[in-house]
């Protein structure tokens, strides 16, 4: 057992730090929280649940601008790649991260081999292929289907390779070449099909829905999350906000995942008064945000969720504890992981986050991690421990 004494802690849900002052660590997992227990002295240090990534791709590198840069990768490039952004990620505090598509499901290997300990990173939740219109968004990782039988048919083709959820492209993207992002993919029935279909296989479904046709049919459909949600209308700018749209989300529970990087940072006053004026009616409406930054599009690197924290808290006029748990406890529950990670509990997985200074008064905290702990794997100091048995 390993216990970190005099520590300051944020259980991912309080308002404020805990009374609490010590952790303990068996294996993989919390087995004490506590006041004064015996153990390692972590004065000065704040610890947290590790933060979480609602939206990215293993696959794809930053560097790259283009998808058929992407596309024409050889896969040992993009093993060899994917391990070290993996590392990255969990030395930057990241231990949970929800890939969301890939075309040749090399992102549930390296789930799998983080998951044996044989290489370093976040637990991962795999989408694989995602369920993509007949050339649409992202259609070149394969997953195209012209109707809802053969999109059943791509999510068989998921579920044998051993996916944890769908993803759909209920819009086109930016990414893809002739892809409109404010067009809706599917039709309402063919949507809801899909989405039905995929939860047959006890399936949830992460919607990639940049106009506000697709988001209706993704929330009508009744999908687990709404991604971007950017409200572009026909004429193909955003600013399409539709209120009753919103309530369906926030009836139905659906988490809305707005992938805001830290690039937003640079969006102009207009931009960014559209994006908030949207995030404060979706937050007034009752809907549940989840932190989230697509990470592997272009210039946006796996390991910068903590950069975009801040930004994600002003545009979506959070205060710091609360964009926390947009990252903690409601990135948890977005991902149906509230009983393993996300709040600091004992039974949970050891997902812990040591950093100096005071989060909750400063996101800029988070920004260089004094040590973490991934599912009782602990890394500090350039180093690598492993889990301790006992
Ligand atoms: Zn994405």
């Known amino acids: 057992m390993r216990v970190y004494a005099n520590v300051r802690l944020w259980n991912g849900v309080a308002e404020s730090y805990d009374q609490a002052d010590s952790i303990a660590v068996q294996g993989d997992?919390?087995?004490?929280?506590?006041?004064?227990?015996?153990?390692?002295?972590?004065?000065?240090?704040?610890?947290?649940?590790?933060?979480?990534?609602?939206?990215?791709?293993?696959?794809?590198?930053?560097?790259?601008?283009?998808?058929?840069?992407?596309?024409?990768?050889?896969?040992?490039?993009?093993?060899?790649?994917?391990?070290?952004?993996?590392?990255?990620?969990?030395?930057?505090?990241?231990?949970?991260?929800?890939?969301?598509?890939g075309g040749a499901w090399l992102e549930l290997e390296l789930r799998d081999r983080i998951d044996a300990g044989d290489v370093a990173g976040p637990?991962?939740?795999?989408?694989?292929?995602?369920?993509?219109?007949?050339?649409?968004?992202?259609?070149?990782?394969?997953?195209?289907?012209?109707?809802?039988?053969?999109?059943?048919a791509v999510i068989a083709r998921q579920q044998e390779h051993g996916v944890d959820l769908i993803k759909l492209m209920a819009t086109g993207g930016m990414l893809t070449p002739h892809s409109q992002p404010k067009d809706a993919q599917f039709d309402q029935s063919t949507t809801s099909a899909i989405v039905a279909a995929a939860r047959a296989r006890g399936f949830g479904v992460a919607a990639h829905c940049h106009g506000t046709a697709g988001i209706r049919h993704a929330a009508k459909a009744g999908v687990r999350s709404i991604e971007?949600?950017?409200?572009?209308?026909?004429?193909?700018?955003?600013?399409?906000?539709?209120?009753?749209?919103?309530?369906?989300?926030?009836?139905?529970?659906?988490?809305?995942?707005?992938?805001?990087?830290?690039?937003?940072?640079?969006?102009?006053?207009?931009?960014?008064?559209?994006?908030?004026?949207?995030?404060?009616?979706?937050?007034?409406?009752?809907?549940?945000?989840?932190?989230?930054?697509?990470?592997?599009?272009?210039?946006?690197?796996?390991?910068?969720?903590?950069?975009a924290l801040p930004v994600f808290a002003r545009l979506a006029e959070l205060s710091p504890v609360e964009a926390l748990r947009c990252a903690t406890s409601e990135g948890?529950?977005?991902?149906?992981?509230?009983?393993?990670?996300?709040?600091?509990?004992?039974?949970?997985c050891a997902d812990l986050l040591f950093v100096r200074g005071d989060p909750l008064a400063d996101l800029a905290a988070l920004l260089e991690p004094a040590m973490v702990v991934a599912r009782g794997r602990e890394y500090r100091n350039g180093a690598a421990r492993g889990a301790q048995p006992g």
């Open 228 to 307: 971007h949600c950017s409200w572009i209308g026909p004429d193909g700018k955003r600013g399409d906000y539709d209120p009753d749209v919103a309530r369906e989300i926030a009836q139905r529970g659906i988490w809305v995942s707005p992938t805001i990087n830290a690039g937003w940072a640079r969006f102009g006053a207009d931009a960014a008064a559209k994006v908030t004026a949207h995030l404060r009616a979706l937050k007034e409406s009752g809907c549940r945000l989840v932190a989230s930054t697509d990470a592997g599009i272009p210039r946006v690197r796996h390991e910068d969720l903590a950069r």
């Open 332 to 348: 948890a529950a977005a991902l149906g992981l509230a009983d393993a990670t996300g709040t600091l509990h004992t039974g949970a």
């Open 29 to 101: 997992a919390i087995v004490a929280i506590g006041r004064g227990l015996d153990g390692e002295d972590c004065r000065g240090l704040t610890v947290l649940p590790g933060l979480i990534d609602a939206h990215v791709h293993m696959v794809l590198d930053p560097a790259l601008s283009s998808a058929a840069e992407q596309v024409a990768e050889q896969p040992h490039v993009v093993r060899h790649k994917m391990v070290a952004r993996a590392e990255a990620m969990v030395r930057a505090g990241i231990t949970t991260a929800r890939d969301l598509g």
């Open 123 to 152: 637990r991962l939740l795999c989408a694989g292929q995602p369920v993509t219109s007949v050339g649409g968004h992202c259609h070149f990782w394969g997953g195209e289907a012209a109707d809802a039988s053969a999109a059943e």
